[in-house]
């Protein structure tokens, strides 16, 4: 087992039926396949909390103001950051996590108008003001989503409001306008192809962004090996 000298953190992003779920699978048997110690992981849902949580907000039989469904993701996401996120960094793990932070800022500040500034500044607080590495933003349109969702059955809260994940859609694109830190790609690709590009993206903004360190998805530069 390939083992980093420390953890990283990549986080996807997108709106419902964009395909991230299927995404951060893919991504996670491509990492166990080169032998990296990686970890696959979800918000809300990867904790005992969590489990509730997503329960409650996704089909949402209670009702729910938008600053207590907000504060719910907020309470997993600190239950899951103490349960999962900051042990697996501790032991130098990959973490892919389907949804952090950002989808908060997309889905509660765009979609529900919540205050973005009071989003951002819980969400540092209950990440430990810790940031993902890498995000990947699966881009798609929202009507080709919404009619994957269809197909599905069974859709979310989120997935019958077709206008307001209109709303999150363009969150998503205001949020990622002018970062660096995003690798955007689009959903309308095949899985296989999708998780190629993004295993090859990824390893390429390594390389760009964090120089000599060469520790991506493919060739590993054994100094930053254990």
Same mark, same amino acid.
């Given at each position: 087992?390939?083992?980093?000298?420390?953890?990283?953190?990549?986080?996807?992003?997108?709106?419902?039926?964009?395909?991230?779920?299927?995404?951060?699978?893919? *991504? !996670?048997?491509?990492?166990?396949?080169?032998?990296?110690?990686?970890?696959?992981?979800?918000?809300?849902?990867?904790?005992? *909390?969590?489990?509730?949580?997503?329960?409650?907000?996704?089909?949402?039989?209670?009702? $729910?103001?938008?600053?207590?469904?907000?504060?719910? %993701?907020?309470?997993?996401?600190?239950?899951?950051?103490?349960?999962?996120?900051?042990?697996?960094?501790?032991?130098?793990?990959?973490?892919? /996590?389907?949804?952090?932070?950002? /989808?908060?800022?997309? !889905?509660?500040?765009?979609?529900?108008? $919540?205050?973005?500034?009071?989003?951002?500044?819980?969400?540092?607080?209950?990440?430990?003001?810790?940031?993902?590495?890498?995000?990947?933003?699966?881009?798609?349109?929202?009507?080709?989503? $919404?009619?994957?969702?269809?197909?599905?059955?069974?859709?979310?809260?989120?997935?019958?409001?077709?206008? %307001? #994940?209109?709303?999150?859609?363009?969150? %998503?694109?205001? #949020? !990622?306008?002018?970062?660096?830190?995003?690798?955007?790609?689009?959903?309308?690709? /095949?899985?296989? /192809? *999708?998780?190629?590009?993004?295993?090859?993206?990824?390893?390429?903004?390594?390389?760009?962004? $964090?120089?000599?360190?060469?520790?991506?998805?493919?060739?590993?530069?054994?100094? #930053?090996?254990?």
């Amino acid at each position: 087992m390939e083992k980093l000298t420390r953890g990283i953190l990549i986080a996807l992003e997108g709106i419902d039926g964009s395909g991230k779920s299927t995404l951060a699978n893919n *991504l !996670y048997t491509a990492l166990q396949e080169k032998n990296f110690d990686a970890i696959l992981t979800k918000e809300p849902g990867a904790t005992a *909390l969590g489990k509730k949580v997503r329960e409650i907000v996704h089909h949402q039989d209670i009702p $729910l103001c938008t600053p207590a469904e907000y504060l719910l %993701f907020a309470a997993d996401r600190a239950q899951h950051f103490a349960e999962v996120i900051i042990p697996s960094l501790a032991q130098k793990k990959i973490i892919i /996590s389907d949804r952090m932070g950002d /989808s908060s800022l997309a !889905y509660q500040g765009y979609g529900n108008k $919540l205050d973005h500034t009071m989003i951002h500044t819980i969400n540092r607080w209950t990440m430990s003001n810790i940031t993902p590495d890498i995000t990947i933003f699966v881009r798609i349109p929202v009507e080709i989503a $919404l009619q994957r969702a269809k197909n599905r059955g069974n859709l979310s809260a989120y997935e019958k409001r077709e206008a %307001f #994940l209109h709303d999150v859609a363009h969150g %998503f694109e205001e #949020l !990622y306008k002018n970062r660096n830190d995003v690798i955007i790609v689009n959903g309308i690709e /095949s899985p296989e /192809s *999708l998780t190629n590009h993004v295993c090859t993206a990824i390893e390429q903004w390594i390389q760009k962004t $964090l120089p000599p360190h060469n520790y991506g998805l493919g060739t590993i530069n054994k100094q #930053l090996l254990k």
